[in-house]
């Protein structure tokens, strides 16, 4: 159906920067919603931030003025610019999509995961 293929992870110090990418394939008709979520050791998967095919975004508040998230429509890839990076931002930043797969079928996909560790 629809595949999510994330990059940009790594190690970066506090205060460094990172741009995360996820680039989908496959059979897709459009799509509703991106974004990413992250999950960090013993804690909940949790939204990050995310963006509408019409451009609205929406961010956690623990990365607001920090983090960017944007979008290409076309080529149905969105990225996260990390900006201000804290220790506590450590984690696995999975993407997520929600696409169609068929002309009114609407399917919710994930990415494998991409680490993210914040350290010094």
């Known amino acids: 159906q629809v595949q999510l293929v994330e990059s940009g992870g790594g190690l970066v110090q506090p205060g460094g920067s990172l741009r995360l990418s996820c680039a989908a394939s496959?059979?897709?008709?459009?799509?509703?919603?991106m974004g990413w979520y992250r999950q960090a050791s013993g804690k909940q998967r949790e939204l990050v931030a995310s963006i509408t095919s019409g451009g609205i975004t929406n961010y956690a508040d623990s990365v607001k003025g920090r983090f960017t998230i944007s979008g290409d429509n076309v080529k149905n890839t969105v990225y996260l610019q990390m900006n201000s990076l804290k220790p506590e931002d450590t984690a696995v930043y999975y993407c997520?999509?929600?696409?169609?797969?068929?002309?009114?079928?609407?399917?919710?996909?994930w990415g494998q995961g991409t680490q993210v560790t914040v350290s010094s």
């Open positions: 997520n999509g929600r696409f169609y797969y068929t002309i009114t079928a609407l399917g919710n996909f």
């Open positions: 496959g059979r897709i008709f459009g799509f509703n919603t």
